[in-house]
């Protein structure tokens, strides 16, 4: 079945730089890749996400890249801020399977 | 927050008990799903539901049971079989299937006495 691997397990970056998290998965098959974020103790919520035909999505400061050769996506968020503090989840999906698979989680702590 | 409601917050079992954990959702969503959540992982499915009256096991069903008699709702009854139930349960409820966006309730952390 898939696999979802998650890195870095915390990440800690200064006010402003730029952050970014890695997913790698091992069915070539999924076809969906979702990023949540969880504030403390809040839901998770979906920030974005991109489709295995597109290669690159961006949204205002938050942008993930795919790679389907090497099975693997990332989560690239610029200028960094407090709020951007939380922990988060990617996930991949083939639609076939009806499973959505997470990843571990990344604890980003945004120092001011 | 509206859309998804769980309950109670926290939840307390007792050695040999049963205990229900509700979902209800007001969005008019087909799907719902309940998932477990323990500290330094990723969120794990326990069962899914993509209309009423038909649900599914997910990767960890054991030692859980779930009914969709309404659309609106979805319970989670965690059973003495489950032996290690500790753990953040998340409810959540999508349009149609996994592959669309992930409504998420705000939890029940159930913790054995």
């Known amino acids: 079945g898939e696999n979802v691997e998650q890195h870095p397990s915390t990440l800690s970056v200064q006010e402003g730089d730029s952050a970014v998290i890695k997913c790698t998965y091992s069915d070539s098959a999924s076809n969906y890749f979702p990023w949540y974020k969880q504030e403390l103790g809040k839901r998770p919520q979906l920030i974005i996400d991109i489709r295995s035909n597109v290669g690159e999505k961006k949204d205002q400061r938050i942008a993930v890249t795919l790679n389907k050769t090497a099975k693997h996506f990332s989560l690239h968020i610029t200028e960094t801020q407090p709020e951007d503090s939380a922990v988060y989840f990617c996930a991949a999906l083939k639609d076939s399977s009806y499973k959505l698979i997470f990843g571990s989680g990344t604890r980003l702590l945004v120092r001011p | 927050d509206g859309g998804i409601t769980q309950s109670p917050k926290y939840l307390f079992r007792k050695e040999g008990q049963n205990v229900t954990l509700s979902c209800e959702q007001n969005l008019n969503h087909d799907a719902m799903y309940w998932y477990r959540q323990d500290p330094g992982q990723g969120l794990r499915l326990i069962y899914y539901s993509q209309i009423v009256n038909d649900f599914q096991k997910g990767d960890i069903a054991e030692g859980y049971s779930v009914s969709r008699e309404k659309k609106e709702s979805f319970p989670l009854t965690v059973t003495s079989a489950q032996k290690n139930p500790t753990a953040f349960y998340l409810c959540?409820?999508?349009?149609?299937?996994?592959?669309?966006?992930?409504?998420f309730g705000s939890g029940t952390q159930l913790s054995v006495l």
């Open positions: 959540a409820s999508s349009i149609q299937g996994f592959n669309e966006k992930l409504f």
